[in-house]
């Protein structure tokens, strides 16, 4: 790689910024209600950890470079500049701090759209040299081995092998003309192997052709979490390869927030043309089964069950509703939290504050706010749909040493599959 | 009173123009700035159209979710009230309704001069109130700028010299009125160039921030 240099990072701010951008900026009348809705500023209360001021570099290449006043004062030798060590002290509040969660994105008043902002900083950050170690790495990894955690191939085939004794059925791999290529990301393939085992029941109970590919099974984007467009949009370039090898005309994305949003939103624009094919999150796969009768299901989980949205998924994504139809399916005592759907809170560790290990301690700030969310619905056990949610989670309640176990909602739901599927006709949908 | 008379002349005649023309020449040179960049094109799969939802969060993000209520009820509050009292005085007041009708040929009924005068100070210590607030709360504090303080400042005198001249405090009475029309003039000179901009460009964001979002599937 070339070298980073501020004036690089400069010239990639400048690259980021759009009307909305400059919309967005026009606006800001520092109230000061996006801290109000940020976790890492609520659990901290250091209003460093203001949304707003995390785009200052932002902010002021606007300024200066974007607007008349901005170039007058730059003149007259009044504008104030973005320096490298600028951009080293903000490297905590753009990447350790932020999870791009978007809640300040739904609460400004004026209707800033921080998060964009945030995910446009970072591509000047990357390129003036300013991220942090362990997204580095994980992109590193991504780009040489196709997993941020630099999982191969041969380790998941021996999942697959665990899977088919366990199941005694076949998980298809490279099977040309499957309805779904079914990706993966590795933090589930390796924390969480029951969720493969799963859809490999959902999947064959409800009669659906689906595939892996060797040639890509990483659905993660880490390019996208360090704010790196150039390795973002090769990693997508390797699921779209793979889907059109296999003449697929569906990919799924597994239980991972920012995978989804990754290949489902911003790939298409990474690589600058549309996809051949239609891309789900694997809970919106499942609500449709449900809704047209292919999964069967039979009783019901008894304990005080709540639901972790990812905000991926939820806000950033509009997949809301899909979750609690199939947990209405097969719990029978869910409570809602107050906040969710498209206002839940972060649980701290998305976009990419997890891979980046000196985040560590923030990270656990964060979850405070999710952690209060639990405590006032306090259910017996937690569903989510996102890896890095659950783990997160998981870690969370064990540091509180909060008894409550954390389960993948798929794995739920092959759980409760009906052993001898009954014709689908049979079945009342909205049951 | 000469002098007096001969200031409020100005304020009135070459001032008006001149604040108007840097406003209207400000004000289209922030937009051009804005929607000259563009967007990129979208390629991903929309859940649903953009102009549905943008349209839908310009107005709605007017009125807070309940949680950011909870978490900032003096932000809403205080906010509420100091705008729509600017507004009532700006737009409801009659001396300013003839004012329109004389610039721009259009007028509308006002509101007696009584509740206009009470919305006024009501608008005062509400105005005040931001100020305290901003210089006490520690988020508010860390975030402000000196432009901050300087539009509080513009704002609040163009307020208080309505206030001042209604209620004939400051002598001789030209003198009073030049001094708000002089603020006002101020404040328009510098909506451009300060985020007194979001009085325009407020509704430009939210409509991008609802038409992304509306875009995902999800009202914002």
Known sequence: MSELTLERGLAAFRAEIDAPTAAFFSSCVHCGVCAQSCPFYLETGDPKYTPILKLEPLRLIWEAEFTLWGRIKGLL???????????????????????????????????????????????????????????????????????????????LAVQIKHVEASTGLEVPVDKTGAEYLVMLSSMEVINFPEYLEAITKIFDHAGVTWTLSTQCFEATNAGIQIGNKDIAAQLVERVVAAAETLKVSKVISPECGHAFTAIRWEGPNLIGRPYPFRVFHIVEVLDELRATGRIQTEGKEDDRLSMHDPCNLARKSGVIQQQRNLIDLVAEDFVDMNEHGRFQWCCGA??????????????????????????????????????????????????????????????????????????AAEHDAEA | MSGAMGFLLWVKGPMFNIALAIFAIGLIARLVEIFLLG??????????????????????????????????????????????????????????????????????????????????????????????????????????????????????????????????????????????????????????????????????????????????????
């Open chain 2, 39 to 220: 967007r990129a094109p979208n390629y991903a799969e929309p859940r649903a159209g953009e102009w549905g939802p943008g349209l839908r969060t310009m107005l709605s993000r007017t009125i807070a979710d309940p949680g950011t209520f909870k978490r900032a009820p003096f932000n809403v509050v205080v906010g509420w009230v100091w705008h729509i009292g600017f507004l009532i005085a700006l737009l409801l007041f009659i001396p300013h309704i003839e004012l329109f009708k004389g610039v721009l040929g259009l007028y509308w009924p006002g509101l007696p001069n009584p509740v206009v005068d009470l919305v006024t100070a009501v608008t005062l210590i509400t105005l005040l109130a931001t100020l305290v607030h901003r210089l006490w709360h520690p988020v508010k504090r860390r975030i402000s700028t000196t432009e901050d303080y300087l539009v509080w400042t513009i704002v609040f005198m163009v307020v208080l010299t309505g206030y001042l001249a209604y209620h004939r405090l400051v002598e001789p009475y030209p003198l009073a009125l030049g001094m708000h029309i002089l603020s006002a003039e101020l404040m328009l000179i510098m909506l451009p160039f300060t985020k007194l901009t979001h009085i325009f460009t407020a509704f430009i964001a939210r409509w991008y921030n609802g038409a992304a979002f509306g875009r995902k599937g999800v009202q914002s």
């Open chain 1, 77 to 155: 030798g009044l504008q104030e500049k973005v320096t490298d060590a600028m951009l080293a002290e903000w490297e905590e509040l753009l990447y350790d701090s932020c999870s791009m969660c978007g809640r300040c994105s739904m609460v400004c008043p004026v209707g800033n759209d921080l998060a964009y902002m945030i995910r446009k900083s970072r591509e000047g950050m990357v390129q003036a040299g300013h991220a942090p170690e362990g997204l580095i790495n994980a992109s590193i990894r991504a780009v040489t081995t196709g997993s941020p955690m630099g999982l191969q191939w041969k380790t």
């Open chain 1, 350 to 423: 998305g976009g990419g504050v997890s891979s980046n290990e000196r985040a560590e301690e923030l990270k656990m700030a964060a979850f405070k706010r999710k952690k209060a969310q639990i405590e006032e619905v306090a259910p017996e056990r937690m569903v989510t749909m996102c890896a890095t949610c659950r783990t997160q989670l998981e870690e969370g309640l064990e540091e509180y040493n909060m008894d409550i176990p954390v389960i993948g909602l798929t794995e739920m739901i092959a759980d409760h599959l009906v052993e001898k599927p009954r014709a």
